[in-house]
């Protein structure tokens, strides 16, 4: 079975394909430090503390994604324009998703828990305008698992941590955000407008978590829950994905309350 930006893949190595330490952290800095000015691979290198082939590995996942532009003159990277901005209109005023401190620790060192647990992919993303941008991913070592990488994107409307995230937003922001969405991407189960998403919405609040059964993909399910940190300060939305027929109810409960448990509220700064 083959998606356009999601596959079901046997795979060998894909347990040591993405063990960093704090990948999250990792990404989240690299995505201020861009948004702020260009720079070189050397320069993100310097920065993150990291060689230049891991911070060179970084940026090319991020341009693959479309959220990176390369200067092949001045061999500088760049957000590109008009993709990395939080949905909440008070972003400019310092509540955008990158956000850092302990809580990047925190959050990394539960991903990678439950991902042991379940034996499927986990995943932290933050809003990029319409869609979720994974700025973690933890891969599964199942031979038959979901293969991501940081830079991978699900539309808002249409998948688990999409649905977590928009859960979380103030009355005002999330009529602002129904009203923006285009609703065409996903499959048949995904809402198709406003009205049918807010249905949705006030599932995931009573519940305080999302699933997402074959809404971006058919064969492929997902369970997440917002992120906040300190006083409130809504982050992202974190969960875990993999194929559909594995994703069973006696299975998503559990998943379900690991993250809400875990990750809803995180109280470290």
């Keep these: 079975m083959s998606t356009p930006t999601s596959r079901l893949l046997t795979s060998q190595n894909g347990d040591q394909r993405v063990r960093q330490r704090s990948p999250l952290a990792r990404a989240l800095r690299a995505l201020d430090y861009l948004r702020d000015r260009p720079c070189t691979a050397v320069e993100l290198a310097e920065f993150l503390g990291v060689n230049r082939s891991t911070a060179h590995r970084l940026l090319g996942e991020l341009q693959a994604a479309g959220y990176v532009l390369r200067d092949p003159v001045a061999r500088r990277f760049d957000l590109a324009p008009d993709k990395l901005r939080a949905s909440a209109p008070d972003a400019d005023a310092g509540h955008g998703p990158f956000v850092e401190g302990e809580w990047t620790e925190a959050l990394s060192g539960m991903l990678g828990k439950l991902r042991d647990i379940?034996?499927?992919?986990?995943?932290?993303?933050?809003?990029?305008?319409?869609?979720?941008?994974?700025?973690?991913?933890?891969?599964?070592?199942?031979?038959?698992?979901?293969?991501?990488?940081?830079?991978?994107?699900?539309?808002?409307?249409?998948?688990?941590?999409?649905?977590?995230?928009?859960?979380?937003?103030?009355?005002?922001?999330?009529?602002?955000?129904?009203?923006?969405?285009?609703?065409?991407?996903?499959?048949?189960?995904?809402?198709?407008?406003?009205?049918?998403?807010?249905?949705?919405?006030?599932?995931?609040?009573?519940?305080?978590?999302?699933?997402?059964?074959?809404?971006?993909?058919?064969?492929?399910?997902?369970?997440?829950?917002?992120?906040?940190?300190?006083?409130?300060?809504?982050?992202?939305?974190?969960?875990?994905?993999?194929?559909?027929?594995?994703?069973?109810?006696?299975?998503?409960?559990?998943?379900?309350?690991?993250?809400?448990?875990?990750?809803?509220?995180?109280?470290?700064?």
């Design 118 to 269: 379940a034996g499927e992919a986990t995943m932290f993303a933050v809003p990029a305008r319409d869609r979720m941008l994974y700025a973690a991913f933890f891969p599964t070592g199942h031979p038959i698992g979901v293969q991501e990488s940081i830079g991978s994107v699900r539309p808002m409307h249409a998948s688990a941590i999409g649905k977590a995230y928009l859960s979380a937003l103030d009355e005002e922001t999330f009529d602002v955000v129904l009203g923006r969405l285009a609703y065409r991407e996903g499959t048949d189960r995904a809402a198709k407008g406003p009205f049918q998403l807010r249905d949705m919405i006030a599932d995931v609040r009573r519940l305080g978590y999302a699933v997402d059964h074959d809404e971006t993909f058919e064969g492929l399910s997902c369970v997440a829950t917002p992120v906040s940190v300190g006083d409130h300060i809504l982050v992202g939305a974190a969960g875990v994905t993999g194929p559909t027929h594995r994703f069973t109810a006696d299975r998503v409960q559990p998943y379900a309350d690991f993250l809400v448990r875990n990750a809803r509220h995180l109280n470290v700064r």
